[in-house]
C-alpha cells in the first residue's frame, strides 16, 4: 500500500494528502482551543489581497444552482481568481482542503491507471502543472456546491475595512506594539471574527480581557485603543 504512495509520479499527489490530513488536524485543534483559525487566516487574506467588490457572477446553472463564469469588475488577477473559486463567500481552508483532496486522489488515480495501461507514470515534474490546472474547473464545481449549501454567515471573509471604529476583546494574551494579540469581535451582519490587534501608543499595553477599539489596519493588523466610550460596546456583542 505505501508502495502505491511512494511510486515515481505519485509523489506530489501524496503530500497534497499528508498537508490536508494535517489542515484537517490543525482545524480540530484550534477547534478544541477556541482559536478561530477560519476567521484569521480568511480576515488576512482578504485585507492584504485584492479581490474584486462582486464574485465570478453571471446567471445561476438551474440545474446546479452554481453561479455562472462572468467576469467580475475590479481586484488583482490573483484576486479574481482566488473569487473564481469561491474565495470571500468558503472560508479559505476549506477551498484548500478540497483542492488538496481533489489535486491529490485525480493524480494519484491517473498515475495508477497510466502504469496498469501502459507499465508506466508520467514523471510528477509534469504530472503535478497538469493535474493542477485540469483539476481547478472541478475544485470551482465543488465550491460553489457548496457556496450555495452552506449558510453565507459560515463565511467569515467579508471587507475587513468595516472593522476599523468597532470593538473588540482581547483574548489572546496581551497586546504590545510589534506583539500582537488575538481579539475578537462581531460585525454587523452577527459574525464574529479573530483579528490581531496590537496598541496605538508604543508604550501601551492592551491586556488581556481589555475592551478595545479599531482605530487602524496595517498589514493585516489593527492598530486598537482602550474603548473610550461604553457605548460603543454593544457592537460586539
Known amino acids: 500500500m505505501i ?24 482545524e480540530v485543534a484550534a477547534l478544541l482551543i ?27 446553472d438551474m440545474s446546479t444552482g452554481i453561479e455562472g463564469g462572468g467576469a467580475p469588475e ?22 484548500l482542503a478540497i483542492f488538496l483532496t481533489i489535486f491529490g486522489v485525480t493524480g494519484l488515480v ?14 510528477g515534474i509534469i504530472a503535478a502543472p497538469a493535474v493542477f490546472f485540469a483539476t481547478l ?8 456546491g457548496l457556496a450555495r449549501i452552506l449558510p453565507r454567515e ?16 482581547v483574548i489572546g494574551g496581551d497586546a504590545r506594539q510589534d506583539l500582537p494579540a488575538q481579539a475578537r469581535l462581531t460585525d454587523r451582519f ?15 499595553v492592551l491586556a488581556n480581557g481589555t ?5 487602524r489596519q496595517i498589514n493585516g493588523r489593527f492598530s486598537a485603543i482602550p474603548n473610550p466610550n461604553a457605548a460603543l460596546a454593544d457592537n460586539d456583542h
Not at 3 to 26: D, Q, R
Request: proline share 7%.
Open 3 to 26: 508502495e502505491y504512495f511512494t511510486a515515481p509520479g505519485s509523489v506530489p499527489f501524496s503530500i497534497a494528502l499528508l498537508v490536508m490530513l494535517g489542515l484537517l488536524l490543525f
Open 190 to 204: 452577527g459574525t464574529t471574527h479573530y483579528v490581531l490587534v496590537e496598541p496605538e501608543d508604543h508604550d501601551q
Open 211 to 215: 475592551l478595545v477599539l479599531l482605530v
Open 154 to 169: 459560515e463565511s467569515s471573509a467579508i471587507s475587513t475595512a468595516t472593522f476599523v471604529g468597532r470593538t473588540a476583546t
Open 110 to 123: 491517473a498515475q495508477s491507471l497510466l502504469r496498469q495501461s501502459f507499465g508506466l507514470a508520467v514523471p
Open 74 to 95: 475590479g481586484g488583482s488577477a490573483f484576486g479574481r481568481l482566488l473569487a473564481w473559486l469561491y474565495i470571500g463567500k468558503l472560508p479559505i481552508l476549506m477551498v
Open 34 to 60: 477556541g482559536f478561530g483559525a477560519n476567521d484569521v487566516i480568511d480576515d488576512f487574506v482578504i485585507s492584504n489581497i485584492d479581490l474584486p467588490e462582486e464574485p465570478w457572477g453571471g446567471s445561476p
Open 137 to 144: 474547473p472541478l475544485v470551482r464545481w465543488c465550491c460553489g
